[in-house]
Nanobody, 124 residues
């Protein structure tokens, strides 16, 4: 299994970024995929997830601003991030989530596989 993120960078508050995660080594189309993030000094938290049927999950903190999508033909999952805030600054990770502990705030963040992460910095 390999998950390779790209698209991070430095952006001003209110700006946008699109993260990509190229996946290989497993049956992507049948897999739930997700994005998590970890800010400096904080624990890792789920940001968004997308099931094989296209249904989605979003953390309350990003609802209305972030959009997750997938392209099964390209084995790629995306995270479109709009109206970025300094509080969104974190390392963002692509993952095949283990949802035995759920998505919610405070839930233990488990995954069968993680990408290497990509830094997103929101600052003026």
């Amino acid at each position: 299994v390999q998950l390779v993120e790209s698209g991070g960078g430095l952006v001003q508050p209110g700006g946008s970024l699109r993260l990509s995660c190229a996946a290989s080594g497993f049956t992507f189309a049948k897999s739930t995929m997700s994005w998590a993030r970890q800010a400096p000094g904080k624990g890792r938290e789920w940001v968004s997830g997308i099931y094989s049927d296209g249904s989605t999950y979003y953390a309350d903190s990003v609802k209305g601003r972030f959009t997750i999508s997938r392209d099964n033909a390209k084995n790629t999952v995306y995270l479109q991030m709009n109206s970025l805030e300094p509080e969104d600054t974190a390392v963002y990770y692509c993952a095949i989530p283990d949802l035995s502990t759920g998505w919610g705030v405070g839930a233990e963040v488990l995954a069968y596989s993680w990408g290497q992460g990509t830094q997103v910095t929101v600052s003026s």
